[in-house]
C-alpha cells in the first residue's frame, strides 16, 4: 500500500538559511499535517491542510509558512533557520475527519549547524 | 485543552510477559484516543484507536487497549511481549469540541524495552 512520502530524508543547513520540505500524502487523502519532532520529545503540531486550505495552526513559528498544492501534497517553508530548529518533521495524512487515523511518512531529519 | 499523559518514561519486560504502557486524558467532550509506535528513526506507526464502543480495542501487531472512562485512561497491552516490540509508544487524543479537533496531542512517549 502506497504510503507517506517526504522529501528529504535528511537535511544540513546554517543558521539564517532557509529550506524547503516536501510532502506527497496517500492517495486519495485530502488531509495533510505537519509535526515537529525535538530530540527526546514527543511530536509538537505545527499546522494543518484540508483541501488546499490551511485547516489548523499549532506551535509554528512566523519564520515558517506552508501551504498543499493542487495535487494535494504540500510543502513547509522555513526561513531564518535558528539550531533550535534541528528535529524530525512528520508530514501525516488522512480523509478529514477527528474519528481517522492519520498516517505519518519517515520524516525529514532537519540539523542546523 | 486537551493533554495526554503517560506517566512512565521507560517499562521494561521480559519475553513472554504481559505488557502494560499506560495513558491518561483530559479533554473536553468525547475523547478519541490513538496509540502509536516509533522505531528508531522511523515514522510514527498507527497501532489502534478508541472513537467509541467496546472499550477493550484490538489493533495490530496483537495489541490491545481498554478504554476506562471513569479513571480517563487508555493503557495498552499486550497478553506476550516480543523483543520486536521494543521501541518508543506514543499516545494521542483529539477532541471534536475544542480548536484543532483534528490534530493530535501526544503524549512523551513511553520506551518499552523487551528483555530476552
Known amino acids: 500500500a502506497a504510503g507517506v512520502i517526504q522529501s528529504p530524508r535528511h537535511l544540513i543547513k546554517e543558521k539564517r538559511e532557509t529550506a524547503t520540505l516536501k510532502c506527497y500524502p496517500i492517495p486519495r487523502h485530502d488531509t495533510v499535517y505537519w509535526y515537529q519532532q525535538g530530540p527526546g520529545q514527543d511530536p509538537q503540531f505545527l499546522i494543518s491542510?484540508?483541501?488546499?486550505?490551511?485547516?489548523d495552526k499549532g506551535s509554528i513559528p512566523d519564520r515558517f509558512s506552508a501551504q498543499q498544492f493542487s495535487d494535494y501534497h504540500s510543502e513547509l517553508n522555513m526561513s531564518s533557520l535558528e539550531l533550535g530548529d534541528s528535529a524530525l518533521y512528520f508530514c501525516a495524512s488522512s480523509l478529514y475527519s477527528p474519528l481517522n487515523e492519520q498516517f505519518f511518512g519517515p520524516g525529514t531529519r532537519l540539523t542546523v549547524l | 485543552a486537551q493533554s495526554v499523559a503517560q506517566p512512565e518514561d521507560q517499562v521494561n519486560v521480559a519475553e513472554g510477559n504481559p505488557l502494560t504502557v499506560k495513558c491518561t486524558y483530559s479533554v473536553s467532550g468525547n475523547p478519541y484516543l490513538f496509540w502509536y509506535v516509533q522505531y528508531p528513526n522511523r515514522g510514527l506507526q498507527f497501532l489502534l484507536k478508541?472513537?467509541?464502543?467496546?472499550?477493550l480495542v484490538k489493533g495490530s501487531y496483537g495489541f490491545e487497549a481498554e478504554f476506562n472512562k471513569s479513571q480517563t485512561s487508555f493503557h495498552l497491552k499486550k497478553p506476550s511481549a516480543l523483543v520486536s516490540d521494543s521501541a518508543l509508544y506514543f499516545c494521542a487524543v483529539r477532541s471534536l469540541y475544542q480548536t484543532g479537533a483534528n490534530n493530535l496531542f501526544f503524549g512523551t512517549g513511553t520506551r518499552l524495552t523487551v528483555i530476552p
Open positions: 491542510f484540508y483541501e488546499k486550505m490551511q485547516s
Open positions: 478508541y472513537i467509541t464502543g467496546d472499550n
